[in-house]
């Protein structure tokens, strides 16, 4: 089993933008704008061996993800 560490941004709800490691029922950080978000996303997912940051827009839908790390689902060749 991996121990990557998986961090949601996504809306508060609010007009802010929350960072959240799934698992976890509170938010790790709010921020005013995504970009703020998404960094400090990034710093706690290259924080350890393995993390990932999954990025969604206003609607909730994923936009993007990046993992940091060994990542089991790269396939060489």
Same mark, same amino acid.
């Given at each position: 089993?991996?121990?990557?560490?998986?961090?949601?941004?996504?809306?508060?709800?609010?007009?802010?933008?929350?960072?959240?490691?799934?698992?976890?029922?509170?938010?790790?950080?709010?921020?005013?704008?995504?970009?703020?978000?998404?960094?400090?996303?990034?710093? @706690?997912?290259?924080?350890?061996?393995?993390?990932?940051?999954?990025?969604?827009?206003?609607?909730?839908?994923?936009?993007?993800? @990046?993992?940091?790390?060994?990542?089991?689902?790269?396939?060489?060749?």
């Amino acid at each position: 089993m991996s121990d990557r560490r998986v961090y949601d941004v996504s809306p508060d709800g609010d007009g802010g933008w929350d960072v959240k490691r799934r698992g976890n029922d509170r938010a790790t950080g709010n921020y005013d704008n995504k970009n703020e978000a998404i960094d400090s996303a990034r710093g @706690h997912a290259k924080g350890g061996n393995e993390g990932q940051i999954v990025i969604r827009g206003q609607d909730g839908k994923i936009q993007r993800e @990046h993992t940091y790390g060994n990542d089991p689902e790269r396939r060489e060749g």
